[in-house]
């Protein structure tokens, strides 16, 4: 029996130990590796006295709890716009459809106004909700957790909708429509 589990133990990719797990090699084959697990790709928003005050674009988002209603989502924490999510005291998670591609670029990159000429409502908790987004979720923030290089957010779900329509899946490092990829 222990030749049987020795030869399925060795049949995947090497232990990070036996791949001499340090540096910015490992780094980077860390990254290639969690990438081939496809994730939907969401922006996060948050508003300041009724106004937009971030959005970033993240594929950490997961479900936590049904009772109470938790979220959670990963932001880097050299991020600058960790403390306005803190001072927000929330945040909106827009869950993008196949057809917000174009959203992708503006909220990962460093344009100034991410807002500027975006279709966008106040929610119930006033946070930007996304038109055209699958699905949203309005979020207290409930808890932060140590994740290393990055913080974990805890939301509890405030209010939610969903909408048709097909996600935007996030897979090897790019935006693939998710009917083309499964």
Wanted: proline share 6%; hydrophobic share 45%; with cysteine.
């Amino acid at each position: 029996m222990a030749s049987a589990t020795a030869a399925r133990a060795s049949d995947g990719p090497p232990h990070p130990a036996s791949a001499g797990y340090e540096g910015v090699e490992a780094a980077r084959a860390l990254r290639t590796a969690l990438g081939c697990f496809a994730t939907g790709v969401t922006i996060v928003t948050a508003a300041l006295d009724g106004r937009p005050a971030t959005g970033l674009a993240v594929s950490s988002f997961n479900a936590v709890s049904l009772d109470p209603p938790l979220v959670l989502w990963s932001l880097r924490r050299a991020s600058r716009s960790l403390p306005v999510l803190r001072a927000a005291g929330g945040f909106v998670v827009n869950v993008l459809g196949d057809h917000q591609h174009d959203l992708i670029a503006r909220f990962a990159g460093g344009a100034h106004d991410r807002f500027d000429g975006l279709d966008w409502q106040p929610g119930r908790h006033g946070g930007p909700v996304i038109r055209g987004a699958i699905a949203h979720f309005e979020c207290g923030l409930h808890a932060e957790h140590d994740g290393g290089d990055h913080v974990i957010l805890i939301g509890r779900v405030l209010a939610h909708a969903a909408a048709d329509g097909r996600p935007l899946v996030y897979w090897r490092g790019r935006p693939h429509n998710a009917a083309a990829t499964l």
